[in-house]
């Protein structure tokens, strides 16, 4: 957990996220490679690369080395990231998604957004903090919480994705819900890069 702060805090994220940026291009096109159909991987972006003058060049860069296309990626900023200096992170997000590049928020409903911002931002997806996903099934708050994001984000054209989902109740819960995309241990753990290869392929 202390990582991540101290990276940012030195502005080694920077040259992090790049290398980063490169591993993840350099493994779908070795994905390609071993057969596997089209994935699009997500990435998460930090504040300072999000606002970093040569994000997009990068990317640019980083999708022509290992011949990419847009659809190949995503990238995931935090709600509390795009909150800060909102004005300009809706310009740099109106870039990247006139590249094509589908765009979401990670942690949604951890922060303070503004709803009447958040419309206006070209996203295409909400992830719904795992905070509130593990004890849907105790609490009827987080079940609240659950319910009313899920048909909000449908309401404004996105898909919804739950973070944290490592039971079959929760499963199904979010699943009666209509929630798009499930995530969680009760699909996989984090998984080394040779051994991703193997579970696709599993389940091709």
């Known amino acids: 957990p202390e990582f991540i702060p101290l990276a940012e805090e030195t502005g080694l994220i920077i040259p992090l996220g790049e290398r980063m940026l490169g591993l993840v ?12 159909p089209p994935l699009r991987v997500a990435i998460n972006i930090s504040a300072q690369q999000l606002r970093h ?25 935090t709600e509390s990231t795009a909150m800060q200096n909102p004005e300009v992170t809706l310009s740099i997000l109106d870039q990247l998604a006139a590249m094509g590049i ?25 992830k719904l ?19 009313a994001t899920i048909a909000l984000g449908h309401s404004l054209g996105l ?15 979010l699943t009666r819900l209509d929630c798009d995309v499930l995530q969680g241990y009760l699909f996989s753990k984090p998984l080394p890069f040779a051994e991703i290869v193997s579970y696709l392929l599993a389940r091709r």
């Open 25 to 36: 291009c350099e493994h779908i096109s070795t994905w390609r490679k071993e057969g596997l």
């Open 53 to 77: 003058d040569n994000l997009l060049l990068l990317i640019r860069g980083a999708m022509s080395c290992y011949d990419l296309s847009p659809a190949d990626i995503e990238l995931e900023v």
């Open 102 to 126: 589908r765009l979401a928020i990670d942690d949604f409903g951890t922060g303070y957004s503004s709803l009447s911002y958040l419309k206006h931002l070209p996203i295409h997806r909400l």
């Open 129 to 147: 903090d795992r905070s509130f996903v593990t004890d849907i099934e105790t609490d009827p708050n987080d079940a609240a919480i659950c319910t």
């Open 159 to 173: 898909e919804l994705v739950a973070e944290g989902v490592e039971t079959q109740a929760q499963r199904e819960f």
